[in-house]
């Protein structure tokens, strides 16, 4: 058996930025100003706490994309295949939820913050899916 060190590291032990549990945080923040103001349906709702949930939402996924992207190497090809797929879904569950709220005739700025909780759904879950996936491809140096 050889002394020298091996240099190549397995996809899997590599130590990378959290990009999910940000994701993870901007998803729960979403979710959590949706529910304040589904809580508050049929009286008028105070949007303010839910606002400030959604804004943060919108802070931390784009930290999360802006820690993504500066990951070298990276399997890009890969992440963009399952963003791609993902993304679909997610935009179209997305789609018809958004559907349903202006079905049922939701006032224009509950309907505004659940918008923005329904962007962060559709974007988070999907980065999350193709990072998870992309992080354990091997990539060359």
């Not at 999360?64 to 993902?86: D, G, Y």
């Not at 079905?103 to 918008?115: E, I, S, Y």
């Amino acid at each position: 058996m050889s002394t020298t060190a091996v240099t190549a590291v397995r996809p899997f032990e590599r130590k990378l930025v959290p990009v999910v549990g940000i994701g993870m945080a901007a998803l729960t923040s979403a979710i959590t100003g949706g529910i304040l103001v589904a809580a508050q349906i049929g009286e008028e709702p105070e949007l303010v706490l839910p606002s400030v949930l959604m804004g943060a939402a919108i802070v931390l996924e784009t930290t999360a994309i802006v820690m993504l992207v500066t990951i070298r190497p990276f399997a890009w090809t890969r992440f963009a295949q399952v963003l791609r797929w993902a993304l679909l879904a997610y935009v179209f569950q997305a789609g018809i939820i958004e559907w349903s709220f202006i079905k049922n005739d939701l006032p224009g700025r509950p309907l505004a913050v659940l918008t923005v909780g329904l962007v962060v759904f559709a974007t988070a879950v999907p980065l999350m899916i193709a990072f998870t996936v992309a992080r354990y491809q091997a990539v060359a140096d």
